[in-house]
Protein backbone atom coordinates (compact mmCIF):
# COMPACT_ATOMS: atom_id res chain seq x y z
CA UNK A 1 0.00 0.00 0.00
CA UNK A 2 1.63 3.61 -0.74
CA UNK A 3 2.87 5.62 1.98
CA UNK A 4 0.36 8.00 3.85
CA UNK A 5 0.36 11.24 1.95
CA UNK A 6 0.92 14.71 4.10
CA UNK A 7 -1.35 17.56 3.18
CA UNK A 8 0.92 20.42 3.18
CA UNK A 9 -1.78 23.37 5.38
CA UNK A 10 -0.77 26.22 6.80
CA UNK A 11 -3.12 26.31 9.05
CA UNK A 12 -2.12 22.66 10.96
CA UNK A 13 -0.10 23.46 14.08
CA UNK A 14 1.60 20.73 14.06
CA UNK A 15 2.94 20.63 10.39
CA UNK A 16 6.35 21.23 11.26
CA UNK A 17 6.72 18.05 13.08
CA UNK A 18 4.63 16.12 10.72
CA UNK A 19 7.33 17.16 7.75
CA UNK A 20 10.32 16.15 10.42
CA UNK A 21 8.75 12.71 10.75
CA UNK A 22 8.54 12.57 6.98
CA UNK A 23 10.36 9.58 5.48
CA UNK A 24 10.99 8.97 1.82
CA UNK A 25 9.54 6.61 -0.53
CA UNK A 26 12.07 5.12 -2.62
CA UNK A 27 10.45 3.58 -5.70
CA UNK A 28 10.28 3.81 -9.39
CA UNK A 29 9.12 6.83 -11.38
CA UNK A 30 7.46 5.90 -14.45
CA UNK A 31 5.99 8.66 -17.39
CA UNK A 32 4.14 6.59 -20.07
CA UNK A 33 3.45 9.32 -23.13
CA UNK A 34 1.13 8.92 -26.46
CA UNK A 35 3.41 9.75 -29.35
CA UNK A 36 2.14 12.44 -31.69
CA UNK A 37 -0.86 13.29 -29.43
CA UNK A 38 -1.11 17.04 -31.01
CA UNK A 39 -1.81 15.58 -34.78
CA UNK A 40 -3.95 13.16 -33.88
CA UNK A 41 -6.48 15.69 -32.18
CA UNK A 42 -6.80 16.92 -35.58
CA UNK A 43 -8.90 14.11 -36.66
CA UNK A 44 -12.52 13.23 -35.68
CA UNK A 45 -13.09 13.54 -31.65
CA UNK A 46 -14.38 10.00 -31.53
CA UNK A 47 -10.83 8.80 -33.22
CA UNK A 48 -8.78 10.09 -30.66
CA UNK A 49 -10.80 9.98 -27.55
CA UNK A 50 -10.59 6.12 -28.41
CA UNK A 51 -7.18 6.12 -29.28
CA UNK A 52 -6.11 7.78 -26.19
CA UNK A 53 -8.42 5.56 -24.10
CA UNK A 54 -6.82 2.26 -25.60
CA UNK A 55 -3.56 3.34 -24.76
CA UNK A 56 -3.86 3.95 -20.96
CA UNK A 57 -6.07 1.04 -21.02
CA UNK A 58 -3.11 -0.90 -22.21
CA UNK A 59 -1.06 0.80 -19.94
CA UNK A 60 -2.83 -0.22 -17.06
CA UNK A 61 -3.40 -3.44 -17.99
CA UNK A 62 0.49 -4.25 -17.20
CA UNK A 63 0.20 -2.63 -14.03
CA UNK A 64 -2.78 -4.14 -12.36
CA UNK A 65 -1.40 -4.09 -8.91
CA UNK A 66 -0.50 -0.54 -9.78
CA UNK A 67 -2.18 2.32 -9.98
CA UNK A 68 -1.07 5.65 -12.09
CA UNK A 69 -0.23 8.55 -10.10
CA UNK A 70 -1.69 10.96 -12.07
CA UNK A 71 -2.50 12.01 -16.10
CA UNK A 72 -0.80 14.80 -17.15
CA UNK A 73 -2.09 15.34 -20.40
CA UNK A 74 -1.38 12.66 -22.94
CA UNK A 75 1.04 11.11 -19.95
CA UNK A 76 0.69 8.87 -17.51
CA UNK A 77 2.99 9.35 -14.26
CA UNK A 78 3.49 5.63 -12.00
CA UNK A 79 5.12 6.23 -8.83
CA UNK A 80 5.63 2.13 -7.55
CA UNK A 81 7.40 2.49 -4.28
CA UNK A 82 9.91 -0.42 -3.64
CA UNK A 83 7.71 -1.85 -0.73
CA UNK A 84 4.66 -2.24 -3.22
CA UNK A 85 7.03 -4.08 -6.15
CA UNK A 86 8.15 -6.34 -3.21
CA UNK A 87 4.79 -6.81 -2.22
CA UNK A 88 3.33 -7.54 -5.34
CA UNK A 89 5.74 -10.08 -5.98
CA UNK A 90 7.33 -8.80 -8.82
CA UNK A 91 11.19 -8.14 -9.62
CA UNK A 92 12.45 -4.72 -10.90
CA UNK A 93 13.17 -7.18 -14.41
CA UNK A 94 9.20 -7.68 -14.66
CA UNK A 95 8.69 -4.15 -13.94
CA UNK A 96 11.22 -3.15 -17.53
CA UNK A 97 10.06 -6.00 -19.38
CA UNK A 98 6.18 -4.86 -19.10
CA UNK A 99 7.24 -0.94 -19.77
CA UNK A 100 9.17 -2.27 -23.07
CA UNK A 101 5.76 -4.56 -23.79
CA UNK A 102 3.96 -0.99 -23.87
CA UNK A 103 6.20 0.49 -25.80
CA UNK A 104 6.26 -2.21 -28.37
CA UNK A 105 2.37 -2.22 -28.54
CA UNK A 106 1.78 -1.95 -32.08
CA UNK A 107 -1.86 -2.45 -32.45
CA UNK A 108 -3.61 0.32 -35.12
CA UNK A 109 -5.72 1.07 -32.83
CA UNK A 110 -3.11 2.47 -29.97
CA UNK A 111 -1.08 5.18 -30.46
CA UNK A 112 2.78 4.57 -30.22
CA UNK A 113 4.30 5.68 -27.03
CA UNK A 114 7.68 6.54 -25.49
CA UNK A 115 8.78 6.03 -21.73
CA UNK A 116 11.14 7.29 -19.23
CA UNK A 117 11.74 5.36 -16.30
CA UNK A 118 14.09 5.88 -13.37
CA UNK A 119 14.68 4.40 -9.20
CA UNK A 120 14.08 7.06 -6.74
CA UNK A 121 15.43 8.06 -3.50
CA UNK A 122 14.77 11.70 -1.95
CA UNK A 123 10.70 11.89 -2.56
CA UNK A 124 8.40 12.22 -0.21
CA UNK A 125 4.46 11.26 -0.12
CA UNK A 126 4.05 14.93 0.02
CA UNK A 127 0.22 16.93 -1.37
CA UNK A 128 -0.11 20.56 -1.65
CA UNK A 129 -4.10 19.70 -2.72
CA UNK A 130 -6.69 18.11 -0.75
CA UNK A 131 -7.30 14.37 -1.09
CA UNK A 132 -5.20 14.12 -3.82
CA UNK A 133 -1.95 11.09 -3.41
CA UNK A 134 1.26 12.86 -5.23
CA UNK A 135 4.85 12.76 -4.70
CA UNK A 136 7.37 15.65 -4.29
CA UNK A 137 11.58 15.37 -4.33
CA UNK A 138 14.36 16.12 -6.29
CA UNK A 139 14.42 12.37 -7.85
CA UNK A 140 10.86 12.98 -9.45
CA UNK A 141 12.42 15.92 -11.13
CA UNK A 142 15.23 14.03 -12.10
CA UNK A 143 13.23 11.45 -13.27
CA UNK A 144 11.07 13.48 -15.68
CA UNK A 145 14.06 15.45 -17.15
CA UNK A 146 15.04 12.18 -18.60
CA UNK A 147 12.17 12.97 -21.13
CA UNK A 148 14.43 16.02 -22.46
CA UNK A 149 17.70 13.74 -23.34
CA UNK A 150 19.63 14.61 -26.65
CA UNK A 151 19.21 13.11 -28.94
CA UNK A 152 15.90 12.51 -27.83
CA UNK A 153 13.56 10.14 -27.84
CA UNK A 154 11.88 8.75 -30.17
CA UNK A 155 8.28 6.20 -31.05
CA UNK A 156 8.81 3.25 -29.47
CA UNK A 157 11.65 3.93 -27.63
CA UNK A 158 12.72 3.79 -23.74
CA UNK A 159 14.84 5.33 -21.68
CA UNK A 160 15.82 4.07 -18.01
CA UNK A 161 18.33 5.76 -15.63
CA UNK A 162 21.91 3.93 -14.09
CA UNK A 163 19.72 3.21 -10.82
CA UNK A 164 16.85 1.36 -12.36
CA UNK A 165 19.37 -0.45 -14.61
CA UNK A 166 21.16 -1.69 -11.95
CA UNK A 167 18.03 -3.25 -10.70
CA UNK A 168 17.10 -4.35 -13.49
CA UNK A 169 20.54 -6.06 -14.12
CA UNK A 170 20.86 -7.27 -10.91
CA UNK A 171 17.27 -9.11 -11.53
CA UNK A 172 17.89 -10.66 -14.96
CA UNK A 173 21.35 -12.15 -13.33
CA UNK A 174 19.44 -13.90 -11.08
CA UNK A 175 16.79 -15.11 -13.43
CA UNK A 176 16.44 -18.65 -14.44
CA UNK A 177 14.71 -18.24 -17.66
CA UNK A 178 16.58 -15.35 -19.21
CA UNK A 179 15.10 -16.21 -22.79
CA UNK A 180 11.96 -14.71 -21.37
CA UNK A 181 13.44 -11.39 -21.21
CA UNK A 182 14.89 -10.28 -24.83
CA UNK A 183 13.86 -6.90 -23.52
CA UNK A 184 16.81 -6.47 -21.05
CA UNK A 185 19.46 -7.58 -24.29
CA UNK A 186 17.65 -4.28 -26.51
CA UNK A 187 18.76 -2.23 -23.80
CA UNK A 188 21.97 -0.52 -24.93
CA UNK A 189 24.51 2.46 -23.09
CA UNK A 190 25.32 3.98 -20.98
CA UNK A 191 24.30 7.84 -22.46
CA UNK A 192 25.63 10.45 -20.02
CA UNK A 193 23.49 14.02 -20.50
CA UNK A 194 23.69 16.74 -18.42
CA UNK A 195 20.04 18.01 -17.07
CA UNK A 196 18.94 21.43 -16.56
CA UNK A 197 18.36 22.09 -12.53
CA UNK A 198 20.54 18.76 -11.86
CA UNK A 199 23.68 19.16 -10.69
CA UNK A 200 25.19 15.71 -11.62
CA UNK A 201 24.95 14.06 -15.00
CA UNK A 202 22.58 11.61 -15.57
CA UNK A 203 23.82 8.56 -16.75
CA UNK A 204 20.85 6.35 -18.61
CA UNK A 205 20.01 3.10 -21.06
CA UNK A 206 17.92 3.25 -24.08
CA UNK A 207 15.87 0.45 -25.57
CA UNK A 208 14.02 0.35 -29.04
CA UNK A 209 10.89 -1.70 -28.66
Known amino acids: MPAQTLLVDAA ?16 YCIF ?29 SFFALHKPLKGIGDELM ?16 QLYDALYQIANNRRVD ?18 FLPDVRDLYGIDVDRAARLKAIDPKLESRQM ?6 YERVKSSYDKTQNKEQFE ?22 YRANA
Not at 13 to 24: G, I, S, W
Not at 47 to 58: E, G, H, K, P, Q
Not at 110 to 127: D, F, G, L, M, Q
Not at 183 to 204: H, M, Q, R, Y
Open 12 to 27: DCDLKNKVDALATVPG
Open 32 to 60: IDIVGSTEMKQASIYRWIALVYNCFSDAN
Open 78 to 93: FYIEDQDLVASGESPL
Open 110 to 127: CPPTKIVAAHCCSVYPIA
Open 159 to 164: LIDSRM
Open 183 to 204: SFEKLVGPETFLAKGIPDPIVA
